[in-house]
């Protein structure tokens, strides 16, 4: 990253997130971050970055995140909602790890107390690439079937967690 | 979600989930249009169109019209619309996660020298 670029107030507007349904079983995330990808890819497989971005909407924290990121590596990310105290979590298997450019890992849903569809075994893959310092991550769900796509889009990471959606706006500034 | 609202989107997505569903209605939005005339672009017969037609139909995103002749398929835009509003929210709690990204990006990326002993630690770190 260009250092003197990196300051507060220098910022650009990244692209949003795009979401795409590729198929009837997959979901597709796309995000363009102004930084290097070994850095993009450093706070992807990194626990303790992971820690700190990957929460949803505000009111989640993420208690338990352990990954072993090699292949065949296992890997554990738990969430809770620190007013009302339910929680979810994921977990699966590494398999492929190449830094910076790629990951894929498996992925169980636990509905913990949150609810939802436990639906079987998702295959996520993350692709890092790099161009003119933008670094581009597009992240492709395939959850096997429609059924279970659209179980886990009306689910999980949405539904229980829009309630305090309010509050996005003050804690992304804090 | 409640239920009613959860077998909409169901109908809607699965009416989506086909290419040539999707191009009609791409059709559609330019205009009200017949069976024939919405077969004509395709390399299918009647009755299949008919086939998406009534899947489409069955999601409400689109309707047939008054003149009983030749009975001009439309649009109906609210369906479509909640689709759209739905994906909308996923998309807002990924954008949610990837706001705070660039944050730790920014912070990590002004430290280049505390960079290498991180990855290095973490190279040997076993979690699991």
């Not at chain 1, 795409?20 to 079983?25: E, G, I, M, W």
């Not at chain 2, 959860?6 to 939005?29: E, G, H, M, N, Y």
Request: a positive charge.
């Amino acid at each position: 990253m260009n250092t003197k670029e990196g300051g507060k107030g220098m910022q650009t507007t990244m692209e949003k997130a795009q979401v795409t349904l590729p198929s009837d079983r997959e979901v597709q995330v796309r995000r363009s971050f102004k930084a290097p990808r070994a850095l993009v890819y450093r706070a992807y497989t990194e626990p303790e970055l992971l820690q700190r971005w990957l929460l949803g909407p505000p009111g989640w924290s993420m208690p338990v995140c352990e990954m072993d990121v090699r292949p065949g590596g296992q890997y554990q990310w738990r969430w809770k909602n620190d007013e009302e105290g339910s929680e979810f979590g994921f977990s699966g298997t590494f398999r492929e790890v190449e830094p910076p450019s790629k990951l894929v890992h498996t992925e169980i849903y636990d509905p913990g107390t949150l609810g939802g569809y436990p639906g079987g075994e998702a295959i996520v893959t993350v692709t890092f690439t790099e161009q003119d310092g933008l670094t581009t991550v597009t992240t492709l769900i395939d959850y096997g079937s429609k059924q279970v796509r659209d179980g886990a889009l009306a689910t999980g990471m949405t539904d229980g967690m829009e309630q305090s959606y309010q509050n996005l706006d003050r804690v992304l500034k804090e | 979600m409640e239920l009613n609202a959860s077998k909409r989107l169901d109908d809607t997505f699965l009416a989506l989930a086909d290419p040539t569903r999707r191009a009609i209605l791409a059709r559609l939005a330019r205009g009200e249009a017949s069976v024939r005339e919405l077969a004509e672009p395709f390399a299918i017969s009647q009755p299949a169109i008919s086939k998406h037609l009534k899947i489409l139909e069955r999601a409400g995103l689109i309707r047939a019209g008054q003149d009983a002749q030749r009975r001009p398929r439309r649009l109906e835009g609210k369906p479509l619309a909640e689709a759209a509003a739905w994906l909308e929210r996923y998309r807002a709690t990924w954008e949610a996660n990837f706001t705070r990204l660039e944050g730790v990006l920014e912070e990590i990326g002004r430290r280049p020298s505390k960079t290498k002993r991180a990855r290095k630690r973490t190279r040997h770190r076993r979690h699991l």
